[in-house]
């Protein structure tokens, strides 16, 4: 790997051209510089979403936005979030943290300068300079419910009502946010005979958007990719010209709950621990509330982790660990070294200091080599942790250091590499228990195998195919449903003529939903899931993983195969379903009419009003097991999920790539920018350029 060179702070000086869709493309003379520079056109860009993850992360969202940020905050002190940011930045070696400091310097300067953005004036937010680690924290808000904890709360809760049997049939594999899609082909299967490596995350639908797309160039590296908003460098996706890689999460388990046994002894709190008696870390803080009455929290800490639910006055505790958590690190040695990665060799060595979300990670370079390897620290202890919580007090439950064997497959020139969330192999039951059902990965791996000459565009055109897969079971059902009335039988005979493509236009795929809704709805009434109805039981925070007709929709391949369960005759709930579709008249909307894209603002997360204009209600195509996953959510007509990014990067040519996100560059939709990519997403992707000749000309345009 080159040297790095040192991070001397200085007067800063960068060149930024924007692009034709106002993507920043920024070049310093200096690795500082650049850094400085990222910060500061991330404010131009993005300045509300900046504040309010920062305000995430320090657990002062109730500040700004009154009573309903109090839950959050809550949570945020509680588990931890900035301690754990401050103790992660200050173990950094001091070349990452004068880079970081670099990058607070050009945030704080664009504040400085009266960069705003509406929602913030229209609040008189008085946004104060960020702390140092800042950067690590926001990082933290946008992981830390990205793993597989809150799964484990939904999984007491099924365990609770209807114990192992419940569990084993409503296993949803993967967690809320899956639907990644990655895949890398080597050079002699492709047009310009080096590797591409491909790939889409998909997340909740935010505006702004959770990743912003940049360019950095200074004479140490030159690298295009995806960023956090708040957080230096490219963490996930990027073409650093020599050298490219594509994530997605691993599913792996790598977060555990303890039931903490508690007692209060005075002003103090005291645990049980596997060793006996512990005290617990105990302090009270305070939650400002906006035109409301300040909240004091008690927060509290034991030898496993923060306690973010209950305590020793409420009859039930639960603690959280994690590696990050545990280690005070957060990975962030790993980000100067993807910059200044030039082979695939180079960009494994700097994922040796990756930390959480552990993720799937395929690598490529212009030599050839094409590697797929779990990235990450997940602790080595008991199976039983990664079901639910566990005991505080047991030896079992301990930890005894990380998996050092995480997976890892090469692939010769003619291959190719898939992941899609799924257990690959055996060597993946290291990692967890519980992973993507294969139908996107099998899917995806079928139209890369069958391509022969890859490009860019083909790579793209893979991840935009939306063939119905899971659906299998449903379909196969209502095929032998051969002594239906005559309008159910019609339902039957123009869904078994269906092409199984879930295309926005689609009035078949529309009414396969339909009847999918039907089957899911009459499941969820069955009397033994009653007590499975309340999603609230933990707290608003954690409703969408504990939903269950949303677990239900997930785990409905394995409810259809099974005999009876939960006393359910699913023969007879799929021929309700269809007389009820029969029932309704005229024919179902277009799959599309009932799917339309719904992003998410901070201000409507938080029950606050805000107008989302175009393209916000705008219909999609593609499904939840589709490789195109734009998530289902049952009894909704809204896609809240999707393709957060999407790209395709080309080794043999950096500016024959293809990359897009769902909105834009800017954070205001109503920015000339703010939502120009919209259109390219819903149909592949816009160019690349990163040719500097290139973009000047096209800025003198």
Not at 168 to 177: F, P
Not at 342 to 354: M, P, Q
């Amino acid at each position: 790997m080159p040297q790095q060179p040192d991070l001397t702070v200085s007067q800063p000086s960068y060149e930024v051209i924007r692009d034709a869709y106002g993507v920043p493309h920024l070049r310093a003379a200096s690795v500082p510089d650049l850094a400085f520079a990222q910060g500061y056109e991330t404010v131009r860009d993005r300045a509300w979403q900046l504040e309010i993850e920062r305000l995430r992360g320090e657990g002062r969202v109730g500040a700004l936005v009154g009573a309903s940020g109090v839950e959050w905050d809550v949570f945020a002190l509680r588990s931890r979030l900035d301690e754990t940011a401050r103790r992660a930045y200050d173990a950094l070696s001091e070349q990452t943290r004068g880079w970081v400091a670099a990058y607070v310097a050009g945030v704080d300067a664009a504040y400085a300068d009266g960069l705003s953005a509406p929602e913030l004036r229209e609040r008189r937010a008085a946004v104060r300079p960020w702390s140092p680690w800042t950067p690590l924290s926001i990082f933290l808000v946008q992981h830390i419910l990205f793993g597989s904890y809150p799964s484990k709360l939904w999984r007491r809760m099924v365990h609770d009502a209807l114990g192992d049997e419940g569990l084993a049939l409503l296993r949803t594999e993967a967690g809320a946010d899956s639907g990644s899609n990655a895949f890398g082909v080597g050079g002699a299967r492709t047009v310009g005979g080096a590797p591409i490596v491909a790939g889409d995350p998909h997340r909740v639908f935010e505006a702004p958007n959770v990743y912003a797309q940049v360019h950095l160039a200074c004479p140490s590296f030159d690298v295009a990719g995806y960023a956090f908003p708040g957080v230096p460098g490219v963490q996930h996706f990027a073409h650093a010209g020599e050298v490219a890689w594509a994530v997605t999460n691993a599913s792996a388990d790598y977060q555990d709950l303890y039931d903490e046994r508690l007692e209060r002894r005075g002003d103090e709190v005291w645990a049980s621990g596997p060793d006996g008696e512990e005290p617990v870390r105990r302090s009270v803080e305070r939650v400002d509330v906006r035109d409301g009455e300040p909240v004091d929290v008690e927060v509290l800490v034991t030898e496993r982790g923060p306690v973010i639910l209950g305590g020793p006055d409420e009859g039930t505790a639960i603690s959280l660990g994690t590696p990050t958590f545990v280690d005070g690190d957060l990975g962030f040695e790993a980000l100067l070294p993807l910059l200044h990665a030039r082979s695939v060799t180079d960009v494994e060595a700097a994922l040796e200091h990756w930390v959480e979300p552990v993720n799937n990670v395929v690598i490529a370079d212009r030599a050839g080599t094409l590697v797929h390897r779990v990235a990450g620290r997940v602790p080595d202890r008991s199976v039983a942790n990664r079901v639910m919580p566990v005991p505080a007090d047991e030896p079992e439950s301990r930890w005894h250091g990380t998996v050092s064997d995480l997976p890892r497959f090469t692939s010769a020139s003619d291959g190719r590499l898939v992941t899609a969330n799924d257990r690959i192999d055996d060597s993946y039951d290291r990692i967890s228990s519980d992973f993507a059902a294969p139908y996107r990965a099998d899917r995806l791996g079928a139209l890369v195998q069958g391509t022969d000459r890859l490009d860019a565009p083909g790579a793209v055109a893979a991840l935009m195919d939306v063939q119905q897969t899971q659906g299998t079971q449903l379909l196969t059902l209502i095929e032998e449903q051969d002594d239906l009335d005559e309008a159910p039988a019609w339902v039957r005979e123009r869904l078994l003529a269906w092409d199984r493509r879930m295309s926005g236009d689609s009035v078949d795929a529309g009414l396969f939903v339909a009847v999918r809704q039907q089957v899911v709805d009459r499941i969820c009434a069955a009397p033994a899931l009653a007590p499975l109805l309340d999603p609230l039981r933990f707290g608003a925070l954690y409703a969408p993983w504990c939903s269950l007709p949303a677990r239900v929709a997930s785990a409905l391949p394995r409810l259809l195969a099974a005999e009876r369960p939960f006393g359910i005759d699913v023969v007879a709930v799929v021929r309700d379903a269809l007389a009820a579709v029969a029932a309704d008249s005229p024919l179902p909307r277009t799959w599309g009419d009932q799917h339309r894209f719904r992003p998410w603002h901070a201000l409507e997360t938080f029950g606050l009003p805000h107008e989302l204009g175009a393209p916000a209600g705008e219909p999609l195509g593609g499904d939840s097991d589709c490789v195109r996953c734009t998530g289902w959510w049952p009894g909704t007509e809204t896609a809240t999920r999707g393709s957060v990014a999407r790209y395709a990067w080309d080794l043999a040519d950096r500016d024959a790539s293809l990359w897009v996100v769902p909105l834009g560059a800017h954070g205001d939709l109503d920015h000339a920018h703010g939502a120009d990519q919209f259109d390219a997403w819903t149909t592949g992707a816009v160019p690349l350029t990163t040719d500097w000749a290139t973009l000047e000309r096209e800025q003198q345009r």
